[in-house]
């Protein structure tokens, strides 16, 4: 099945640099990779996500990319502030079994730092 | 637009009980999902139910079941409860059964004692 690992498991910045976390997945079949904040005492809000036939995506601050070759996919942060402090969670899922499981990595906790 | 709500936030419950946990599903959202996460781990994927049927499943055991109701609503029923059954249980709602953005609720903290 599929396996996806996520790195890093911590990573702390100061406020205005750029964060990169990065993930890898196993299942050539999967199409679908989501990525997650989470906050303390809350469920994952889906911040951006990408599709199989699109290599890169953007929205404001927020960028993923996508190696599908490699079967690696990473999330960008830029300019960051202290209310990017959360944990994010990489997803991968494929669209041929009928039904959307979504397999997520183990988790980044990043930490920006005024 | 409502988004996902799930209830009750905390239970405790006792090893050998039987748990429910509720879910109402995103206004428009047909297809409703349940994932379990333990402390520190990202979310393992329970199993789905579409159109009141379940249509997919994770590795749990059977005493893990649900239902899904005409107005999309779900209930996660968990028999026999383990130590190990200690998780964040989340239910996420999406507007197809494909690869469709998953919304998630804030769970319920169930603690097994």
């Known amino acids: 099945g599929e396996n996806v690992e996520q790195h890093p498991s911590t990573l702390s910045v100061q406020e205005g640099d750029s964060a990169v976390i990065k993930c890898t997945y196993s299942?050539?079949?999967?199409?679908?990779f989501p990525w997650y904040k989470q906050e303390l005492g809350k469920g994952p809000q889906l911040i951006i996500d990408?599709?199989?036939?699109?290599g890169e995506k953007k929205d404001q601050r927020i960028a993923v990319t996508l190696n599908k070759t490699a079967k690696h996919f990473s999330l960008h942060i830029t300019e960051t502030q202290p209310e990017d402090s959360a944990v994010y969670f990489c997803?991968?899922?494929?669209?041929?079994?009928?039904?959307?499981?979504?397999?997520f990595g183990t988790g980044t906790r990043l930490l920006v730092s005024p | 637009e409502t988004g996902v709500t799930q209830s009750p936030t905390h239970l405790i419950k006792t090893r050998g009980q039987q748990v429910t946990l509720r879910c109402s599903s995103q206004s428009g959202h047909n297809t409703v999902s349940w994932y379990q996460q333990a402390l520190g781990q990202g979310p393992q994927f329970i199993f789905q139910?579409?159109?009141?049927?379940?249509?997919g499943r994770g590795n749990f055991p059977p005493r893990f079941s649900g239902l899904q109701f005409p107005n999309y609503s779900s209930e996660l029923n968990v028999n026999a409860l383990e130590l190990d059954d200690s998780a964040l249980y989340l239910c996420a709602s999406s507007p197809g059964q494909g690869s469709s953005p998953l919304h998630f609720g804030n769970g319920t903290r169930l603690t097994v004692t």
């Open positions: 997803a991968a899922s494929r669209g041929d079994t009928g039904f959307q499981k979504l397999v």
């Open positions: 990408i599709r199989s036939n699109v």
């Open positions: 139910y579409y159109r009141e049927e379940e249509n």
């Open positions: 299942d050539s079949a999967s199409n679908y």
